[in-house]
């Protein structure tokens, strides 16, 4: 994963915006030119794999609750 | 009895106007923040109602105070900041005989408030303050949760936007009641019905309604984290806690930076204020502690990165909180630390106030360079009783999409994800208006699409933006009224034509069900 400040700096050069702050008329040509996104030599099976599996990163957004973390006393 | 008392017009003088009054805990440090941030918002003048029968500490005095030995007073004073070198009793007279122009500059001046408790151990009250200005309007400030708050004065209305904070007293409210309190003050329960928001004393007695573990709500003592949401769902809300993955030595686990980051700043852009659970720490001192996040300073989009999805909040540093030890909004930077693991590692908040705006206003504030770093370990929110998706699984199920997407491109693009919990009519009025702000043609086409080719869908909507850089490319509006399973979407809005294809390869594969096709490109 790269959510790091290095990987975002170079657009930081350039005015940019959130996905949420960013409204149709405000769009840069910066999109990769090519007709199609969709490789169609991925197979179906990596698809789905890729969407079914967890991983490190999704994994963080599924950790469990200990009966311990609930007992902690913030005061 | 009381008598009749008038209202009083002065200069705001740093000097006496709040660090006189007295604290408790770490002296200074609540009248000090707060007369540094109104220097900053350049403070000039005071309104004092030196009379005020302020609701909250009416039910704290109900509570505990009004059967105290000590008699305490059930009246409180309630003083109004306001900039510019305008107000005086002459110019409120005016406004109050519905002069416009007087109105108006009473207005655009107006700092808000704080109400002066008579309490001498906790003399801060119900405080509201406005935001100062953002200077970074490319990636400004998200600050969701504020709301207007509305006093009357002499029949004159005085309107600020932000959220409400308070000082612990430790007699009715801890730092997790403080926290809860100003959690549900938020914006996003504007629209709930039945959501009235709870005095501070309530919240004490809902938080050991059902779960007391033989301990008196009053004097306060700390909250634990059942009891925390045992009092969201005493309000009729449902409590929603993560807990953090990375382990560390001989502590409870943190958060890693982008975990963190992301799940707080989804919880804001949502409008749900996020209470922070973890530990204050002091060299080898260790005490725990809640406060609430109610901001935070957008960061740039993730640059593309082939074959990965990357979450656009995840690289969020500033955040905005209102800490019962300090006051409202302080600026905090996420600084991290090794965790356990090799390669891990686990946030720590540590006060960085903003560059000074009134020369010498840092002076007055004794939290810079001095107040403990925060180690967070619960992250808590309360969201409305029909939204029954975590925010976390949402944000799990948006980066497998996310990564399935980049897996279709042969690992040759990569892309940014974002997440947010929107009510219905948010969705189809402000935020589609923002996106489409100048194609009004294509506003009205997606509004028509999704309210005739869309199966009827949630009151709350799970929506997951997906983009290549700060570009969106598609949003995929998702149940939140299910189990947290990868369901269907109820429908995918295509805002760059080469989507189509892929998602369409996604779909066929059985890898993930876009729903109901909606073209914007």
């Known amino acids: 994963m790269s959510s790091d400040n290095t990987s975002r700096g170079a657009m930081e050069a350039s005015p940019t915006r959130s996905l949420w702050d960013n409204p149709r008329s405000t769009w840069k040509e910066q999109l990769p030119e090519r007709e199609h996104f969709r490789d169609p030599n991925v197979t179906d099976a990596a698809l789905r794999e890729a969407v079914l599996k967890d991983d490190k990163q999704t994994l963080e957004f599924a950790t469990p609750i200990t009966a311990e973390a609930l007992t902690f006393t913030f005061g | ?521």
């Open chain 2, 1 to 521: 009895v009381l008598g009749p008392a008038s209202l009083d017009f002065r200069k705001f003088d740093p000097s006496k106007e709040l660090v006189g009054l007295p604290n408790c805990g770490e002296p200074g440090f609540h009248a000090g923040y707060l007369t540094s941030y109104l220097l900053d918002l350049k403070v000039t003048n005071v309104l004092e109602e030196q009379q005020y029968f302020d609701l909250d500490y009416l039910s704290e005095f109900a509570a505990f105070y009004g059967t105290s030995a000590r008699g305490y007073s059930n009246v409180c004073r309630r003083r109004h900041f306001f900039s510019g070198d305008v107000l005086n009793r002459a110019l409120f007279q005016a406004a109050a005989g519905g002069d416009a122009t007087a109105i108006d500059e009473l207005h655009k001046n107006y700092l808000g408030f704080v109400v002066i408790r008579p309490t001498p151990a906790a003399s801060f009250g119900r405080t509201v303050l406005r935001w100062y200005e953002d200077l970074n309007p490319n990636l400004p400030r998200v600050t969701t949760p504020s709301r207007p708050y509305v006093c009357h004065v002499a029949g004159t209305t005085l309107t600020v936007d932000g959220l409400a904070w308070q000082q612990q007293d430790q007699a009715v409210s801890a730092c997790a009641t403080v926290a809860l309190w100003t959690m549900l003050h938020s914006s996003a329960f504007d629209d709930s019905h039945a959501h009235a928001i709870p005095k501070i004393a309530d919240i004490a007695r809902y938080a050991h309604r059902s779960v007391s573990m033989g301990k008196k709500a009053f004097p306060a003592s700390g909250l634990n984290a059942f009891q925390v949401c045992g009092a969201i769902a005493e309000c009729g809300l449902t409590p929603d806690l993560s807990v953090g993955s990375v382990r560390v030595p001989d502590l409870a686990p943190g958060f890693s930076p982008s975990q963190f980051a992301a799940s707080c700043a989804m919880l804001i852009r949502s409008g749900y204020p996020a209470l922070l659970g973890g530990e204050l720490i002091s060299g080898q001192q260790r005490t725990l502690h809640a406060v609430t996040a109610v901001g935070f300073r957008q960061c740039a989009p993730p640059a593309s990165t082939p074959g990965q999805a990357d979450l656009q909040d995840g690289a969020v540093t500033t955040f905005y909180i209102h800490d019962d030890n300090i006051g409202p909004n302080a600026r905090f930077e996420l600084t991290s630390e090794p965790g356990a693991a090799p390669g891990s590692r686990y946030v720590l908040l540590k006060r960085a106030a903003p560059a000074e705006r009134f020369t010498g206003s840092h002076g007055y504030d004794g939290t810079i360079g001095r107040y403990h770093a925060f180690r967070p370990t619960h992250i808590v929110a309360a969201l409305p009783d029909p939204l029954r998706l975590p925010p976390a699984t949402l944000q799990r199920h948006a980066l497998k999409v996310a990564r399935g997407l980049a897996k279709g491109t042969a690992n040759t693009l990569g892309f940014s994800v974002s997440c947010r919990l929107v009510h219905l009519t948010a969705f189809f009025e402000a935020e589609l208006a923002k996106l489409f702000e100048s194609a009004p043609a294509r506003l009205a086409s997606v509004r028509m699409a999704l309210a005739e080719t869309v199966a009827p869908m949630s009151l709350y909507l799970g929506v997951i933006r997906i983009g290549i850089g700060d570009q969106p490319v598609l949003d995929i509006l998702v149940d939140t009224t299910d189990s947290d399973r990868l369901h269907p979407a109820f429908c995918h809005i295509v805002h760059d034509k080469r989507m189509v294809a892929l998602c369409e390869g996604l779909q066929n594969a059985g890898a993930y069900d876009f729903g109901a096709k909606i073209d914007a490109f």
